[in-house]
């Protein structure tokens, strides 16, 4: 059956809603960087991501371990967008990690000119059990005196970007 | 000076293709922004020992 509900009408649905069906219920985060990072040559670094757009339900960790902790128990959608720079760099690589371990959802980029500096976006959906599960985000470069990218120029806009949202409860 | 740098220093017959994360790397850094610096992960090579705490602390 189909009902029309127009201006001021108001309707209640007679069946129950799933938990995996409430929208309200559902952490969404973005972050970014608000500086550049030093990273090691040729090292898996944790991304610094201190600093936050929106984060709904406070499971994203800005301040000390720059990691998201969902409080709800279900499938996110995990984002993760970066550019590392480094001198005479031939490669670069991005990795996200659960619990800390990298959980084969990455991303590389090899290049024979030397110095090559490319822009890469890392996702995938993630189970994490709403309680102890953790996400990170690490990124490697092969140049001498690498560094994270925190953003580019007017028309890049942030350069290394993280955000993830719920899509389905568990 | 890294621990990347300090690592080629004590195994010269290392390479950069060793440290790449794709092919036939063997040996993985990492960093966990913590404040502890970078460590060897994992050290998997054919040839080429561990280096010790004592190798590395002794590159200058």
Known sequence: MTTAIKGND?????????????SAIVPAFSAYMSGDQSISTSTWTKVQFN?????????????????????????????????????????????????????????????????????????????????????????????????????????????TTVDGVLVRAA | MTLYDKILAVRPNLTAEDFMPHGNSTIVLQNDSDGKGDYIREWNHPTETKPTNAELDGVQ
């Open chain 1, 51 to 159: 600093s936050e757009l929106f984060d709904t339900d406070n499971c994203f960790d800005s301040t000390t371990n720059y990691r998201f902790t969902p409080t709800v128990a279900g499938y996110y959608q995990i984002n993760f967008r970066s550019r590392t720079i480094g001198t005479s760099s031939t490669a670069t690589y991005y990795s996200i990690y659960k619990n800390g371990s990298a959980t084969g959802i990455n991303s590389a980029a090899l290049a024979t000119n030397a110095g090559f500096q490319s822009m890469q976006t890392v996702s995938g959906i993630i189970y994490c059990n709403g309680s102890t599960d953790y996400i990170e985000f690490y990124a490697n470069n092969n140049g001498t005196s690498p560094f994270i990218d925190a953003a580019g120029g007017s028309d890049l806009g942030n350069t």
């Open chain 1, 10 to 22: 108001t309707s209640t649905f007679g069946g129950a809603i799933a938990a995996n069906n409430v």
